[in-house]
């Protein structure tokens, strides 16, 4: 049976991620610090996160999980799945309420979706068509390309990262793979049948 740790640092939807996993097939193993993750021994990771993009930042380092997640995603090449905040901590910098450092996976920047005085209501609240990559296995079995999103910020990074875009007064990244880190910006936990398809997925992968 696939091992999954979701991790849970004081800022994500976990109840709604958990239940994902649960839909999906999967009992997850819900760690709270580096230590707790190291002990998981996990096939797979799974991030999630909401609201502010320095405070994720700054739970995650103060429970030791970014020297971790390092350690077992980077270097050792574990399977991962970032969502929503849980992706857009992966870019180089994040420039939201000030500016971040992020965990530098992923080359890029995290800025707000639109400038002041565009017109456009922030955060992107509710469900939205994607364009996925054909090739992307994340959504090999989606039908329904409707998913839900909550977000002020959006990812941008090289485009052979890129295996999926939303458009939302402007297009924008929806999902990211480089190796065995993937990514999402919508919530497949809340994304009906298309987000359980997504995780399944991933745990499947």
Known sequence: MTRVAVIEYGIGNLGSVVNGCRRSGVEPNVVRDGDELRRAECDRIVLPGVGAIGAALEHIRERGLDTELHEIVVRQGRPFLGICVGMQILAEHCEEYGRHDGLGWIPGTVRPLAEKGSGLRLPHVGWNDIEPDADEPLFRDVVDR????????????????????????????????????????????????????????????
Not at 147 to 167: E, I, K, M, N, Q
Not at 191 to 204: C, E, K, P
Request: proline share 3%.
């Open 146 to 205: 409707h998913f839900y999103f909550v977000h002020s910020c959006a990812l941008y990074c090289p485009d052979d990262l890129v295996v999926g875009r939303c458009t939302y007064g402007e297009r924008f990244v929806c999902a990211i793979r480089k190796d065995n880190i993937c990514a999402v910006q919508f919530h497949p936990e809340k994304s009906s049948s298309s987000g359980i398809s997504v995780l399944r997925a991933f745990f499947q992968s």
